[in-house]
């Protein structure tokens, strides 16, 4: 795929924000009968192409616009999975309107108040945050439960996905990023390190996985808890939302503490009831590890090839989770040795970088 230059990008993106400004004033008035006010104001645009605008109307009801251009971005996965699970009590936005030739959705605004910005307000409070995990862990159980979508059979995390995705990391943080020319040992030492992994995922139960399950894509609600950012959900390993949401890469927690509450979803789920703890505990750490390697290399890419380098602030602990689990278990005990002493002297010299230790 080539890439649009800056101001190629810039012109395509104010002419689909004027088209999705007037459709969504027509379907508004068309199938609610609503009067938009005003334009568009932007909410928020993610780490992929699609952006997020609010739409008012005089009855001061809001609307959230969904801008997902169609050479990047399928809008069907996302209106398939929001359907079959709010048929199944899952919260996710109602959808108004689609026009998926154009890319353009119309849903119902969950607002903005995030679960991390809940997370921060208890921490400044000194309050805790026990009941918010309990709360995402309940609909983390109930979305589990869920029957696939008939129209969208979801996509299998198989072997080769879970690959791709951690190659990610030797491609753009390591060759992108720290101009590591990667040897010929080096890239047997991730192979073995990837080929590890990738069994351990492959041996947990199957289930949904919503694939972005943390603090960012959970919405506080007068009536629980609501979902976002789930159109990438596949059928896959049983920890994957768990360790998601437990080692979230913007705000993590003390190990013991993560460890108390993967146990207790443990007790609640049938997928997990009859699996003895160091086993779990083994799962979800290895299945940690395959989401952090793949976010090392997503953020990285974020910023050196699409310019958004707000995620560059969270690398660091993201690095800090993967080199964690290296360090807890003798079978990557070479390649814990390896990144401390040829990949972090690398990590050291970026401006940007700080060393980041997880809370104990």
């Not at 005003?38 to 008012?56: C, M, N």
């Not at 390190?193 to 506080?220: C, G, K, W």
Request: negative net charge; charged residues 25%; hydrophobic residues 35%.
């Amino acid at each position: 795929m080539e890439l649009k230059s800056s101001k190629q990008a810039s012109e395509c993106a104010d002419s689909r924000y004027s088209e999705l400004d007037n459709w969504c004033s027509e379907r508004l008035s068309a199938e609610l009968g609503r009067h938009k006010q005003s334009g568009l104001k932007t909410v928020s645009g993610d780490a992929s192409f699609r952006r997020y605008f609010r739409a008012h109307t005089a009855s001061e009801t809001s609307f959230i616009a969904v801008d997902a251009p169609p050479e990047h971005e399928d809008c069907v996965p996302f209106i398939s999975i929001a359907k079959s699970w709010r048929e199944q009590g899952i919260r996710t936005p109602a959808i108004h309107s689609v026009d998926v030739g154009r890319g353009y959705m119309l849903l119902e605004d969950f607002g903005d108040k995030l679960f991390y910005s809940s997370l921060e307000e208890y921490l400044v409070e000194k309050r805790s945050v026990e009941r918010l995990y309990v709360s995402a862990m309940e609909a983390l159980l109930a979305l589990q439960k869920t029957v696939v979508p008939d129209d969208y059979p979801l996509p299998l995390y198989d072997e080769q996905r879970l690959r791709n995705e951690m190659q990610l990391f030797p491609e753009w943080f390591l060759k992108q990023l720290l101009k590591v020319e990667i040897s010929e040992d080096e890239a047997t030492l991730l192979s073995s390190l990837f080929t590890q992994i990738t069994h351990s995922a492959l041996e947990q139960p199957l289930v949904p996985v919503h694939r972005d399950y943390h603090s960012r894509n959970i919405m506080m609600l007068p009536d629980g808890l609501g979902l976002i950012d789930f159109q990438d959900a596949v059928l896959g390993p049983v920890t994957y939302d768990p360790v998601s949401l437990l080692r979230d890469c913007y705000i993590d927690w003390p190990q013991s503490q993560v460890y108390q509450w993967l146990d207790r979803f443990a007790e609640r789920s049938p997928y997990l009831e009859n699996v003895d703890n160091e086993q779990l505990h083994q799962w979800f750490d290895w299945m940690g590890a395959q989401r952090h390697i793949k976010v090392l290399g997503i953020f990285v890419r974020l910023w050196l090839r699409d310019g958004k380098n707000g995620y560059l602030k969270d690398l660091p602990r993201v690095y800090a989770y993967f080199r964690w689990v290296c360090e807890r278990y003798s079978e990557f005990a070479e390649t814990s040795l390896w990144l401390k002493e040829d990949i972090e002297p690398r990590l050291q010299k970026q401006s940007w970088w700080q060393d980041y230790k997880l809370k104990n």
